[in-house]
């Protein structure tokens, strides 16, 4: 049986979210559940619409079969600054508690 195009569509979606929180996982970004701040919110919706439109997957998932927890997103990466800033979000608000 052939899948319809949104199917298709959202397979690759899920996919391209999987390998954006692998790569935020492996940054040391750590994804609030609940009371984000809007700024959170504002950076992790840019972080999602970064990764709809890329196309380098076999990129990334190069780069995540080698990259060791806690290392800086590779430049490639066109949400790179967008995890920088997640990152020191989520530290500041671990040291805020």
Request: proline share 2%; with cysteine.
């Amino acid at each position: 049986m052939t899948q319809n195009v949104l199917e298709t569509k959202v397979g690759a979606f899920e996919a391209r979210m999987l390998l954006r929180r692998r790569m935020l996982g492996v940054a040391g970004v750590k994804e609030a559940n609940q009371h984000t701040s809007t700024a959170v919110e504002a950076e992790l919706r840019t972080s999602v619409i970064n990764c709809f439109n890329c196309d380098n997957d076999a990129s990334y998932m190069d780069w995540l079969a080698t990259a060791r927890e806690g290392v800086l997103p590779p430049y490639f990466c066109q949400n790179h600054d967008t995890i920088m800033r997640l990152k020191a979000m989520s530290q500041s608000k671990g040291e805020s508690k």
